[in-house]
Nanobody, 124 residues
């Protein structure tokens, strides 16, 4: 069992930056990657970014490329998502995700553990 706890969400204005954090605890040995997905009411959970836990290779959704950065701290079992130039359409609940599968997946059904989510609201 892996427990994921997100923090860093909140209400921001368009153009602002935000850093989300996620702490992983439990049986994290062998974890292949951690990442972020987001979801709005009535919509499917969508991929945002993911990082390979061993190689630090990253992957981003097209909408996030160039204005976001995912990073990890192995020693603390933490993953971070920095989002710059936030837009109202970035408003969503952001979920931390952990996977033990290879290759690293960007699909929700390939994720093994989810956090409870942190709400990000971007006002225009």
């Amino acid at each position: 069992q892996v427990d994921l706890v997100e923090s860093g969400g909140g209400l921001v204005q368009a153009g602002d930056s935000l850093r989300l954090s996620c702490a992983a605890a439990g049986r994290t040995a062998g974890m292949s990657g951690m990442g972020w997905f987001r979801q709005t009411p009535g919509n499917e959970r969508e991929f945002v970014a993911i990082i390979n836990w061993r190689t630090e290779i990253t992957s981003y959704a097209y909408s996030m490329k160039g204005r976001s950065a995912i990073s990890r701290d192995n020693a603390k079992n933490m993953v971070y998502l920095q989002i710059n130039n936030l837009k109202p359409e970035d408003s969503a609940t952001y979920y931390c995700a952990a996977t033990f599968s290879l290759p690293i997946t960007t699909r929700p059904h390939g994720i093994d553990y989810w956090g409870q989510g942190t709400l990000v609201t971007v006002s225009s």
